[in-house]
């Protein structure tokens, strides 16, 4: 019977060793400083001049070139996202634009403070931007950033001119299932945070599985370029707080009421997938064009609160 016990005794407290030694280790790797990797020089066309304008959020790193009317090209929120995701459309329009495309703060070459993000900050980020850079541009945003251009847009209708979103969205897209109640909680605190993103969303596989599963419509267009811009801006030091923000339901925006404030021209791109400005840049240009044609031209859209989708079959 002794023996039985003692076996008993002894099973539980091996488990009991295991588990602990399986949260320690999570702790260790949670709050192990991650090892800088080197970014791309393809994070931008060789055209473009990189510059930083400091704001209230962090320094902002962003990619000059043109003149003319302003146009500013905003990346969408997600792991490893930056700047680059209209790498290959927005040095077409240098030639008859000034053309600007930032990384917001918390992504890409940005600073990336440790800090917990709210979608106001965005907001108050690209204000404070706008001034300090050229009011009145027109901003091409896609997914949740285009929810923070159409909110700065209601905010401060002087900065604006027009909007061009690309798969708008207040939150998740149209093909991302929204994190459930535990997800959210478990971004929320720090130590498991981290832990979950450095070792499940910002690896190699990870981000390659996510390119070519749902960014792209065809996965043969991967290139391994991509690959590694998406994986080594998601590795950076101090790269995992916003994403954490954002998984943790922190930086959702109603999209829609946002809109109803909006006293400039909105126009709306919205076929294809999140990262079609990579994988189609012919089409994304030609919406674009199209769209600036339109508002150019009046088209019965000036000062209205209104909506337009423009195909890009």
Known sequence: MWKKRLAGQAWKVGLGAGVLGAVIMALKYAVRKPVP???????????????????????VVFHESGSGPLLVFVHDVACGASSYEWSKVYE???????????????????????????????????????????????????????????????????????????????????????PGWLTRQAFRWG????????????????????????????????TEECIEVYTNCSRQPGAEHAVMSWLAGRLRLDFEASVLRCSCPVHTLENGRPLEALESPDRI???????????????????????????LD
Request: hydrophobic share 45%; with cysteine; net charge positive.
């Open 37 to 59: 990797l080197r970014m791309s020089g393809a994070i931008s066309p060789p055209v473009f001049v990189t510059k930083v304008l400091h704001t209230s959020l962090g320094e």
């Open 92 to 178: 077409r329009f240098g030639g008859e634009h000034r053309v600007i495309a930032l990384d917001l703060v918390g992504f890409g070459e940005s600073s990336r403070p440790q800090r917990v993000f709210g979608a106001a900050d965005y907001v108050q980020m690209l204000a404070e931007f706008l001034r300090a850079t050229e009011p009145g541009a027109v901003l091409i945003a896609s997914g949740l950033s285009a929810a923070f251009c159409t909110e700065l847009a209601g905010a401060h209708p002087g900065l604006v001119s027009g909007l061009l979103l690309y798969r708008p969205t207040g939150g998740w897209g149209a093909e991302q299932q929204p």
């Open 191 to 222: 130590l498991l945070g981290r832990f979950l993103y450095r070792n499940h969303l910002a690896t190699r596989n990870a981000i390659s599985s996510w390119l070519r599963k749902h960014a792209f419509s065809r996965p043969e267009a991967v």
């Open 285 to 311: 240009e030609a919406g674009i064009r199209a769209a600036l044609a339109t508002e150019d031209t009046g088209g019965g859209m000036e000062g209205l609160r209104v909506v337009t989708r423009d195909g």
